[in-house]
Every structure is written in C-alpha cells, then in structure tokens.
C-alpha cells in the first residue's frame, strides 16, 4: 500500500514569492491533515479536512495560507506571500477518519530566503 | 490546556546499552498517549499508544512505554538500542484519541557503536 505522498520534497524561494504544497492521501482515507513543524519541534495542526470540507482550520493564519481538497482526495497548501518565519517542514497526514491513526508523509521542507 | 514536555533535547546512547526517553503531559481528563518516531527526511511512525487498561504498552522495534498518572509520565523505554533507532522521537497527547494531538518539542537520539 502506498504511503502518504508529497510533493515538492524540498522548496527554497525568495520572500514574499508564493508557494505551493501538494498531497496525496493514502487511498480511501477521508480525513486530511496539515502540519507545520519547525526546526527543533513537534508538528502543529494547521488544518484538517473530512472529505472536502475543512472543519478545523483554527490555527491555519488565514492572511497569507490557503488550502484546498477539491474531490476529497488531493490537497494544496498554499502561502503567498512567503515570509522569512515561514521557512520550516509541512507535514500531510491522512486517517481512515476522525479518531483513527494519523499515517505522515515526508514532508516538504521549505527554505525562505 | 494540554501540553507536553520532553526534558532531553539530546540524548546519545551506545549500541546495545538500554534507552528511556522522558516525557511529561498535562491534561486535566485521562489522556490518550503516544510517541512517535522521525527518522531524518522521513515523516511520522507511531511507535505505540496509550487509550486505556494496562499502564505498561508495548510497541513496534522494541519498545515500550509506561503510564503513570501519580507523575504525569509516559516514558518510553528500549533494552537495546540498535544504531537504526537514531532518529527524533515525539511525545504526543490527544484529547479525544488520535484528534485534536499536541506534540512535545521531541527528543534527538544518537547511538555510538
């Protein structure tokens, strides 16, 4: 069985460009998470989405990330405009659903310059 | 609010020497309890949890966890590390099982042969 998937695995970008972050789930899996971890921390939840509706997206600073799961299957994280304090790895994880374990990808490590 | 320590930033240990990994929660209801393990570039592994029942858990590679509510401990052991256990390993809470996770700031393991 395939893992959870990302892409790009690493992004380097100058400030104030925009970037984007894409995730496969594992197949059939209907809930989606993203994390930001920071160099020397646990992930933080950022948003999570059952299906295609987010339903929990408290912590995700709307002003500058965006995110999307259109068909309830891929994901996109989306930071415009990219600022130096963003630099870190986001994290995609899926679960069969709520309460259910969470399976990580690899992350993708993105570099603000 | 719920929150997680880890006290070790680093830790280094010797091939075959035995490990615990420290970490502290505080939760105001029975917690559920986890750790996971990040080898470098690779996401998230559950290593093993803790919903309910037996204090004493036993997880995948070795390892193993103790719950005790007296110190508001979940302390993760291993008899004998093996170099392939360098990696960061994430002590995490959950309010309602796997949802709503807070993970502590981790802890760095070496081994030395």
């Known amino acids: 069985e395939a893992g959870v998937v990302q892409s790009p695995r690493y992004k380097i970008i100058e400030k104030k460009q925009p970037v984007a972050f894409w995730c496969n789930p594992i197949s059939g899996h209907n809930t989606l998470y993203w994390y930001l971890q920071n160099l020397g921390q646990g992930p933080e939840l950022l948003i999570r989405?059952?299906?295609?509706?987010?339903?929990?997206d408290s912590q995700l600073p709307k002003d500058r990330f965006s995110a999307e799961r259109l068909k309830g299957v891929d994901s996109t994280l989306k930071i415009q405009p990219a600022e130096l304090g963003d630099s870190a790895v986001y994290l995609c994880?899926?679960?069969?659903?709520?309460?259910?374990?969470?399976?990580f990808g690899p992350g993708t490590r993105l570099t603000v310059t | 609010a719920q929150s997680v320590t880890q006290p070790d930033i680093h830790i280094t240990v010797s091939e075959g020497a035995s490990l615990e990994l420290r970490c502290n929660y505080s939760?105001?209801?029975?917690?559920?309890l986890f750790w996971y393990v990040q080898s470098p570039g690779q996401g998230l592994q559950l290593l093993l949890k803790y919903f309910s029942g037996d204090t004493l858990v036993q997880g995948i590679k070795g390892f193993e966890a103790e719950f005790k509510r007296s110190q508001s401990s979940f302390n993760l052991r291993k008899p004998s590390v093996h170099w392939s256990d360098a990696a960061e390993y994430f002590c995490?809470?959950?309010?309602?099982?796997?949802?709503?996770?807070?993970f502590g700031p981790g802890t760095s393991l070496s081994v030395i042969p």
């Open positions: 994880a899926s679960s069969t659903g709520l309460g259910f374990e969470q399976y």
């Open positions: 995490a809470v959950g309010q309602t099982s796997y949802d709503k996770v807070i």
């Open positions: 939760y105001g209801a029975t917690p559920y």
């Open positions: 989405y059952e299906n295609e509706e987010a339903v929990d």
